[in-house]
């Protein structure tokens, strides 16, 4: 099959290029938008990331010219229009919790980069300053972490947590409170807001879930709270949180994502006020934030597990639809 690949990145082709298949991929810099659908012509399925535009009228051109399945090879797929999918009779195919230590790892990166202050002093030290004045930072032991959302990403997060010896509340908005960890204390939202010294987003994007954490959530948590969010920008209230950040009542934010992130982020401006977006401007000049461009699953390890998932996707479709072998590529 042909497959269109768009956003492809130096680390995309690298990846797909060590999977053995069939197919014809055809590797494009560019997002896939209104302008650029009609390079996909002929290509049975596209391979699109998050930050791609898979709206209405991008899946008719694409059904136009003859592509049956859209692969997000992401978990975030809030950018596809599945109504339109449906009705043009495309096939919309994405990752749930792939690369769960790649992105729990990230997120336990973070943590330890706010709580022990290095990104400030990494600037000192870069300007020849060596004093440790304001750098005191906190431990983990013993703190009460919350985690919202306890599946394989979740799962993973706890089980590192709980090597630095921390105290772990676990909530899942699916109500499951078997997650075969008796270590994790499985409760309500705002018994977990008002418990945690430190919560970590690892929840789905859905009617349910947007926002998680809002103006009241962030008036419910303790004084002080390190909140962490590797899951979804929609997950938090930006203007809230900034409002939160400003009053003291939030001690650090860091995240690997932001709710406008689509036009913002795999893209290079010249200074930070160029960006075109001053909520996000107004949350990068609070102190105690620490924002990463979307790269939690970005590991050799997580790539070539994408590439491989994306591969075996179309290679079942193709099959499927085929009449063939429902074979998967190992």
């Given at each position: 099959?042909?497959?269109?690949?768009?956003?492809?990145?130096?680390?995309?082709?690298?990846?797909?290029?060590?999977?053995?298949?069939?197919?014809?991929?055809?590797?494009?810099?560019?997002?896939l938008d209104r302008d650029s659908a009609p390079l996909a012509k002929e290509a049975g399925a596209v391979c699109v990331t998050p930050t791609d535009i898979v709206d209405a009228p991008v899946i008719r051109v694409l059904a136009s010219g003859r592509t049956s399945l859209?692969?997000?090879?992401?978990?975030?797929?809030?950018?596809?229009?599945?109504?339109?999918?449906?009705?043009?009779?495309?096939?919309?195919?994405?990752?749930?919790?792939?690369?769960?230590?790649?992105?729990?790892?990230?997120?336990?990166?973070?943590?330890?980069?706010?709580?022990?202050?290095?990104?400030?002093?990494?600037?000192?030290?870069?300007?020849?300053?060596?004093?440790?004045?304001?750098?005191?930072?906190?431990?983990?032991?013993?703190?009460?972490?919350?985690?919202?959302?306890?599946?394989?990403?979740?799962?993973?997060?706890?089980?590192?947590?709980?090597?630095?010896?921390?105290?772990?509340?676990?909530?899942?908005?699916?109500?499951?409170?078997?997650?075969?960890?008796?270590?994790?204390?499985?409760?309500?939202?705002?018994?977990?807001?008002?418990?945690?010294?430190?919560?970590?987003?690892?929840?789905?994007?859905?009617?349910?879930?947007?926002?998680?954490?809002?103006?009241?959530?962030?008036?419910?948590?303790?004084?002080?709270?390190?909140?962490?969010?590797?899951?979804?920008?929609?997950?938090?209230?930006?203007?809230?949180?900034v409002k939160a950040l400003k009053e003291g009542r939030i001690g650090a934010y860091a995240a690997d994502v932001y709710q406008n992130e689509r036009d913002i982020f795999q893209r290079k401006f010249d200074s930070p006020d160029k960006i075109p977006d001053p909520l996000?401007?107004?949350?990068?000049?609070?102190?105690?934030?620490?924002?990463?461009?979307?790269?939690?699953?970005?590991?050799?390890?997580?790539?070539?597990?994408?590439?491989?998932?994306?591969?075996?996707?179309?290679?079942?479709?193709?099959?499927?639809?085929?009449?063939?072998?429902?074979?998967?590529?190992?």
């Amino acid at each position: 099959m042909k497959v269109a690949i768009f956003s492809a990145q130096p680390f995309d082709t690298d990846a797909f290029k060590g999977i053995g298949h069939k197919h014809d991929l055809i590797f494009l810099s560019g997002r896939l938008d209104r302008d650029s659908a009609p390079l996909a012509k002929e290509a049975g399925a596209v391979c699109v990331t998050p930050t791609d535009i898979v709206d209405a009228p991008v899946i008719r051109v694409l059904a136009s010219g003859r592509t049956s399945l859209i692969v997000v090879r992401s978990s975030f797929f809030d950018n596809v229009d599945f109504r339109a999918a449906e009705r043009y009779g495309l096939t919309v195919k994405w990752l749930p919790g792939f690369a769960p230590h790649a992105i729990a790892e990230h997120a336990a990166a973070l943590l330890l980069s706010v709580t022990r202050k290095i990104p400030l002093a990494l600037e000192r030290v870069r300007q020849g300053d060596f004093t440790l004045e304001g750098l005191a930072g906190s431990n983990l032991y013993e703190k009460t972490v919350g985690i919202i959302g306890m599946g394989r990403i979740g799962r993973a997060f706890a089980r590192i947590m709980l090597g630095f010896g921390c105290k772990l509340l676990g909530h899942d908005q699916r109500g499951d409170a078997d997650t075969g960890m008796p270590e994790v204390e499985i409760v309500s939202v705002d018994e977990l807001l008002k418990r945690s010294d430190i919560i970590s987003l690892h929840c789905d994007m859905n009617q349910f879930t947007i926002p998680v954490i809002d103006q009241a959530a962030l008036k419910a948590v303790k004084p002080g709270l390190v909140l962490l969010n590797t899951a979804g920008g929609q997950l938090v209230d930006t203007k809230a949180l900034v409002k939160a950040l400003k009053e003291g009542r939030i001690g650090a934010y860091a995240a690997d994502v932001y709710q406008n992130e689509r036009d913002i982020f795999q893209r290079k401006f010249d200074s930070p006020d160029k960006i075109p977006d001053p909520l996000l401007i107004s949350l990068l000049s609070q102190p105690g934030v620490l924002l990463t461009p979307h790269l939690g699953f970005l590991t050799a390890e997580a790539m070539h597990q994408v590439a491989r998932t994306v591969i075996n996707e179309i290679t079942y479709y193709e099959n499927l639809t085929g009449g063939t072998t429902d074979r998967l590529m190992i």
